[in-house]
């Protein structure tokens, strides 16, 4: 998928909902100027307005950086690339477009150790270069990254939290599913793509992903059918 459609679709996905209507044609309420040619025949020049409020959302990407993301291997065309280099890419395109749509965003990286490379009030444009420099340990402590997305999370206003996991792997099997349960009792939805893996033992809300030039359709595909 394209970026400019991605872009496309996302601000879809992602627009605040809030609108307004009114009701026309009564009694009182606010004068409808609209209605004043019916003066003479009508007594019913008056609407209301009601507001509806929208849903907004806030989403944290969670990005693995461990060592065998940067295994290289040819794709169809021939060319060689590795894991990071399209997860980067991916994860670039979403943050571009969820800014667009004006949905919080913030990354969060993780080998041996937990990063926070994109707090929330940083502005996008920021973190892609540092996005192109990122290197990474042989370690993968995707539990605590999970949880440091989750509790960034729980403090956000935002009635809609989504933590979206791009791996190639699993680390910490049971803690990190313990806590993607425990996120969703909470209200946070866990979507985890598996890069060449199935992930679904831990991310039950999730898609495996076996050729990486699918990685950015079979990822947005999966954040639009999870919200």
């Not at 969820?98 to 926070?116: E, F, I, K, P, R």
Request: charged letters at 20%; a neutral charge.
């Amino acid at each position: 998928m394209t970026t400019a459609k991605l872009r496309y679709e996302e601000n879809r996905l992602f627009e605040n909902t809030a609108g307004e209507s009114f009701e026309r044609n009564l009694k009182n309420g606010r004068l409808n100027v609209r209605a004043l040619t019916r003066h003479t025949i009508s007594d019913r020049l008056f609407q209301k307005r009601y507001e509806t409020e929208g849903v907004d959302s806030a989403v944290t990407i969670v990005l693995d950086c461990s060592g065998s993301m940067y295994d290289t291997f040819k794709m169809k065309d021939g060319t060689v690339t590795c894991r990071m280099a399209q997860a980067v890419k991916v994860c670039s395109a979403l943050l571009q477009t969820l800014s667009c749509a004006q949905v919080a965003t913030s990354v969060v990286t993780y080998d041996d150790h937990t990063s926070v490379l994109k707090p929330w009030h940083m502005n996008y444009r920021k973190v892609l270069p540092m996005l192109e420099c990122m290197g990474g340990e042989q370690g993968s402590n995707d539990y605590h990254a999970v949880m440091t997305a989750h509790q960034m999370l729980y403090a956000r206003p935002e009635q809609r939290k989504v933590c979206f996991v791009l791996t190639d792997g699993m680390g910490n099997f049971m803690a990190t599913r313990e806590q993607v349960q425990s996120g969703a009792r909470l209200g946070v939805t866990t979507i985890g793509i598996g890069i060449n893996e199935d992930v679904s033992s831990v991310y039950p809300n999730s898609v495996r992903v076996n050729a990486i030039e699918d990685l950015g359709t079979m990822t947005f595909g999966k954040l639009k059918m999870a919200v």
